[in-house]
């Protein structure tokens, strides 16, 4: 912006001064006095913030059901054309209108990875009859730079139909597989292809040239890329408060007590097929698609069903997989009928101790892409009562055919992708303005800096003092909002959780031990334990806080209770201390190697022995149990977070073990300028 020459002193007095002479934010008042772009960015991004969340997002929890395609290569860049290539060629001649494919996801030790396997560059391109290139539908490049995608699907609607008979995706640059330490990567969960509202891709065949596939084919296989799941969840868009999440059965002891449900259509009605959308799982340890069963019977009649099923069977299924948190789609010859009755012949019954459900969040009868069950009365001799579910939300038998799912309306896939697309566009916009935004904010905090220097030192003091002064606060209030989360933490839910403890204790001795109460008892210790540990980081000074060793020592006790264990440090290491970051990659290392020995040593000794000198504090952790072979030693991917941890303390880790005599851990932790504390008496 530029100032005629002599209303430069009027600015400078007039609005630079009281910009700077505000408390805080000098920066970004001086921008909003002197800039119009900045308000115009505001109110776009207002706009954004306000159309978002009408617009279905992406879970981050796990859906379930199958992980997609994977294949493995040995070079990150093709050799030669179509090394990284995976076809898929339709059942017959398609008008393709829009194409999608869902990058897929797998969790790792440092988390979720929401786009495994996703290249750096592809090409997608339709193809005719012979195989030939008739349409380039979409040539990326850069994936991996980009801040905003992270598991968001490519969605590409053509602005006309292409008469296609297969398409190619044909990938770039592959990322090293994090598990297999010498081979690339290519994944996708799924490959969606629209000839109006139908996916031809359902139908079509994967063909996959010169690659390998990864070990794990109850994950990865080629025809899942077509099996209709997703990591993304249910088609559900936001349509105002829905209070019924679905319907589920009365438990079952057995997975073979039958149950069953019966649809009124209120006439009869032609239909070709069944979708069944899997209710959402009520507790975090269940997994999605809790209820689905893994065998049905379906039977439609124009009468009423009595108490053995009536009319013909229309589909007697085989075992069926569990679709995670995904529509199920069943294919039937078409016929016609008022009552279609759904009988789950053996439920989904995986833990001994607990009951079986038959449990949907919504079914679909189909006549072709139509749903002729919208609104149909249901009926089960599991009776037609609410039962409350969590959030004060609904199980009902009404809330099967209202054309909701557990969290929103239901639509048609295609309809679902292209929101989810509006998405990712809305939210890459959003960060371009936040950073369009922070650029022009800089841009007159430069400018501010510049005039200021001009005014001579007391400009130069107030420039200098005004950030000093705000570091200073915001270093205070940093340390306000440690200590209110440590207090937050040790009051309430360490207390909390102590009551669970407790009251599992008394539960157990009025009813006796059980598997139940005893993995309570087990995971509340261990989240006490992790609660102290993220306690004693965040307060990092003063008499109330233990030290290293004793900190040590007391996860131990917490950690291995239920094994006979002993703990030992010279007294150097007791009144030895170390840094914060420190602390924090040894806890975490600790934490993850008796998780190591609890879960997978089998073993019943455990020793801890601590030492510190001048030179470096020393950790030795053993174990009598099964030990580590001689060939899962070698590869990479053994005691891989062990490894991150040692590198982070610019540590030494020495590993001494074998197949049946147990395991010990030595890790030297260097010690740059000793540190001393009094021991606690």
């Given amino acids: 912006m530029r100032f005629p020459r002599l209303s430069i002193p009027f600015v400078l007095v007039g609005v630079v001064l009281p910009a700077l002479a505000e408390e805080g934010g000098w920066d970004e008042r001086l921008a909003r006095t002197l800039s119009g772009r900045l308000a115009e960015a505001e109110a776009e991004l207002g706009r954004v913030e306000e159309e978002l969340p009408g617009l279905p997002g992406l879970p981050a929890d796990d859906q379930g059901g199958t992980g997609g395609f994977a294949s493995l290569h040995p070079q990150a860049v093709p050799k030669k054309a179509g090394d990284h290539a995976v076809s898929l060629v339709f059942e017959k001649e398609a008008r393709v209108g829009m194409v999608a494919l869902v990058p897929a996801r797998r969790y790792e030790v440092d988390g979720l990875d929401p786009q495994f396997g996703m290249p750096d560059a592809f090409k997608l391109e339709l193809l005719d009859e012979k195989g030939a290139v008739v349409k380039v539908v979409a040539n990326e490049h850069g994936l991996w730079s980009d801040p905003v995608r992270a ?19 044909v990938a770039g640059r592959l990322a ?39 070990a794990s084919p109850w994950h990865w296989r080629n025809e899942f890329l077509l099996d209709g799941q997703t990591p993304l969840g249910l088609p559900e868009v936001v349509d105002g408060e829905h209070r ?3 319907w589920i059965s009365n438990g079952r002891a057995r997975a073979l007590d039958a149950a069953w449900l ?3 259509l209120g006439e009869s009605r032609e239909f070709d097929g069944l979708k069944l959308f899997p209710a959402k799982r009520p507790t975090a340890d269940l997994p999605s698609g809790f209820g689905f069963p893994k065998q049905l019977r379906i039977s439609v009649s124009d009468q009423r069903g009595g108490r053995e099923a009536t009319g013909r069977i229309v589909l007697e299924s085989g075992k069926l997989g ?52 919208l609104g149909a009365a249901v009926r089960s001799p599991d009776g037609m009562g609410n039962v409350v579910a969590p959030g004060s939300r609904y199980w009902s038998a009404v809330s ?102 407790m009251f599992a204790d008394l539960a157990e001795g009025r009813s006796g031990p059980s598997e139940e109460l005893k993995r309570i008892q087990r995971i509340a210790a261990e989240t006490v334990s992790a609660v102290r540990d993220i306690v004693w980081l965040l307060r990092p000074g003063g008499d109330h806080r233990i030290g290293t060793v004793e900190h040590l020592r007391e996860t131990s006790s917490i950690m291995l209770e239920p094994m006979k264990w002993e703990f030992t440090a010279n007294e150097e290491a007791w009144q ?55 060939k899962r030693m070698a590869r990479k991917s053994t005691l891989r977070a062990l490894r991150q941890r040692v590198a982070a303390l610019e540590a030494t880790m020495d590993v001494e073990t074998a197949s049946g005599e147990g395991t010990v851990l030595d890790l030297r932790i260097p010690l740059a300028v000793k540190k001393k504390r009094r021991r606690k008496s």
């Fill in 151 to 169: 598991g968001h699907p490519f969605v590409y609607e053509l602005a006309e139909p292409v008469v296609a008979w297969g398409m190619r995706i």
């Fill in 176 to 214: 090293l597989d994090s598990d297999v330490s010498d081979s690339y990567v290519h994944a996708w969960a799924e490959a969606m292809v629209f000839d109006g509202e139908e996916n031809v891709a359902r139908r079509a065949t994967v063909k996959v040239a010169g690659s390998m596939s990864p």
């Fill in 244 to 246: 019924n999440v679905g």
């Fill in 262 to 264: 019966e649809l009124d």
């Fill in 322 to 373: 569990n679709p995670g948190h995904n529509p199920f789609y069943l294919p039937l010859e078409r016929t016609r009928g008022r009552f279609v009755r759904i009988e789950a012949t053996e439920l989904w019954k995986e833990f001994e101790s607990y009951p079986a459900f038959f449990a949907l969040s919504e079914i679909q009868v189909l006549d072709g892409a139509g749903n002729v069950a």
């Fill in 400 to 501: 099967l055919c209202d054309g909701f799912g557990p969290e929103g309306k239901l639509v048609s896939r295609r309809e679902w992708l292209k929101l989810l697309d509006r998405r990712l566009e809305l939210e890459t916009k959003r960060h371009e303005l936040e950073q369009e935004v922070r650029d022009i904010i800089y841009g007159w905090r430069r400018m501010g800096f510049t005039v200021v220097a001009l005014l001579g030192a007391a400009g130069a003091f107030v420039l200098i003092a005004l950030p000093l002064r705000y570091r200073v606060r915001e270093r205070r209030e940093l340390g306000k909002v440690r200590e209110r989360i440590a207090g937050d933490l040790h009051d309430e839910v360490g207390s909390n959780l102590g009551s669970i403890q």
């Fill in 576 to 630: 030895g201390e170390l840094s914060d970051e420190q602390n924090r990659h040894l806890f975490l290392f600790f934490r993850e190697a008796l998780h190591n020995i609890l879960r997978h040593a089998s073993a019943t000794e455990v020793t801890v022995r601590v030492d510190q000198d001048e030179e470096s504090f020393h950790l030795v952790i053993a174990d009598n149990g099964c030990g580590i072979d001689e």
